[in-house]
């Protein structure tokens, strides 16, 4: 499902217009990604928790030249899905 799709489903769902519920839509991802600058966690109740996590620095090896490198740490986005979307997932969407 693209942006478009997924806008167009939930205006419907919802009752508002399109540009209203896109509108909506970036307001509430902004402000997630506001807080995922200030290293705060998401949590949306019954779906799950999206959270800023560090990766430590790491010596990697290239497979081609076996070459040994040292990767710097990162700052990655991580997501915890609900157990219940956990299961439903896991059961091909069937409960």
Known sequence: MNNKEFVAELSRKTGYKNDQTQKMLLTVLNSMGDGFM???????????????????????????TGQRM??????????????????????????
């Open 38 to 64: 200030e290293g705060d966690y998401v949590q949306i109740p019954n779906f799950g928790t999206f959270e800023v996590k560090k990766k430590l620095e790491r010596v990697m090896v290239n497979p081609t």
């Open 70 to 95: 040292l990767v710097p740490p990162k700052l990655v986005l991580g997501f915890k899905p609900n157990q219940s979307w956990k299961e439903k997932v896991k059961n091909g969407g069937n409960e």
